[in-house]
């Protein structure tokens, strides 16, 4: 049974950082591509970043792009995502994802296979 499981999360003040881990297991890691979404309270779904399955490619949204830096390690089946310079806007549920096709658009969240539980982040000003 495939499994990803988040961890990192928790509470930091405005302008700390924060590093999220994603340990996979139950798949071949290095056939997925992996994303990274979050989740608000009353908001919808939103593309973080993506990392390429052999680590070359990665891609941020734009509320993230400079602060945000993703990255694999696909020896132990892990991914991590280091957050910095954290602002309240980034309050959110973190989810890990896991993509198979190649195809498929790295920012639609639909297209991936595998989610994790999520891990809660919270930033207080």
């Known amino acids: 049974q495939v499994q990803l499981v988040e961890s990192g999360g928790g509470l930091v003040q405005a302008g700390g950082s924060l590093r999220l881990s994603c340990a996979a297991s139950?798949?071949?890691?290095?056939?997925?591509?992996m994303g990274w979404f979050r989740q608000a309270p009353g908001k919808e779904r939103e593309f973080i970043a993506a990392i390429s399955r052999s680590g070359g490619m990665t891609y941020y949204a734009d509320s993230v792009k400079g602060r945000f830096t993703l990255s694999r390690d696909n020896a132990k089946n892990t991914v991590y995502l280091q957050m910095n310079s954290l602002s309240p806007e980034d309050t959110a549920v973190y989810y890990c994802a896991a993509k198979f096709s190649l195809n498929a658009a790295y920012s639609r969240y639909w297209e991936y296979n595998y989610w994790g539980q999520g891990t809660q982040v919270t930033v207080s000003s």
């Open positions: 139950a798949l071949t890691f290095s056939n997925y591509d």
